[in-house]
T-cell receptor
């Protein structure tokens, strides 16, 4: 069982470059989330989605965009990378019912230099 | 605004020395409080869900409890393999956001 798969695992960007972090899940979960984790810190919610075609902002959405065209995929787009976006990015998914646990991917470590 | 505050930030214990981690929360209507464990370089893994004041859940050496304002993760006779970062998260009744605290880094010395 693959679960939640994130690609790439590591990436170095130059300031001003753009990239897309990929996230796909094979559990048929409607709900998907993107978090960032800075060193020694907890997880900050960037965007989330409750189903295909529906997305909403989290705590720190500035500088990011998302789309949800299928149940399986929830890509995160960085348009103009800045050093402040250096972080580890985690994608997670869960079932629709209340209080369901999150399943996390293994993360993407991004450095913007 | 929903808030989750965890304390202490870091904790070092000797093997077998029991202790508790705290998670204080402010949310307008609690749908659920979650505890996760995170090992270095990995994504968080689910431990417990609590949603009713007075509720308790146990798993091996861990026990989670919930009041109206905070949750505790009690660790009894810990072993070095319990070393990890423990994260607390809350979900409010009004939306589907899940907000995390900064975590407690636990280190168990052999």
């Amino acid at each position: 069982n693959a679960g939640v798969t994130q690609t790439p695992k590591f990436r170095i960007l130059k300031i001003g470059q753009s990239m897309t972090l990929q996230c796909t899940q094979d559990m048929n979960h409607n709900y998907m989330y993107w978090y960032r984790q800075d060193p020694g810190m907890g997880l900050k919610l960037i965007y989330y989605s409750v189903g295909a075609g529906i997305t909403d902002k989290g705590e720190v959405p500035n500088g990011y965009n998302v789309s949800r065209s299928t149940t399986e995929d929830f890509p995160l787009r960085l348009e103009l990378a800045a050093p402040s976006q250096t972080s580890v990015y985690f994608c997670a998914s869960r079932r629709q019912a209340a209080r369901e646990k999150l399943f996390f991917g293994s993360g993407t470590q991004l450095s913007v230099l | 605004e929903d808030q989750v505050t965890q304390s202490p930030e870091a904790l070092r214990l000797q093997e077998g020395e029991s202790s508790s981690l705290n998670c204080s929360y402010t949310v307008s209507g609690l749908r659920g409080l979650f505890w996760y464990r995170q090992d270095p370089g990995k994504g968080p893994e689910f431990l417990f869900t609590l949603y009713s004041a007075g509720e308790e859940k146990e798993k091996e050496r861990l026990k989670a409890t919930l009041t109206k304002k905070e949750s505790f993760l009690h660790i009894t006779a810990p072993k070095p393999e319990d070393s990890a970062t423990y994260l607390c998260a809350v979900q409010a009744t009004r939306d589907d956001k899940i907000i995390f605290g900064k975590g407690t880094r636990l280190h168990i010395l052999p």
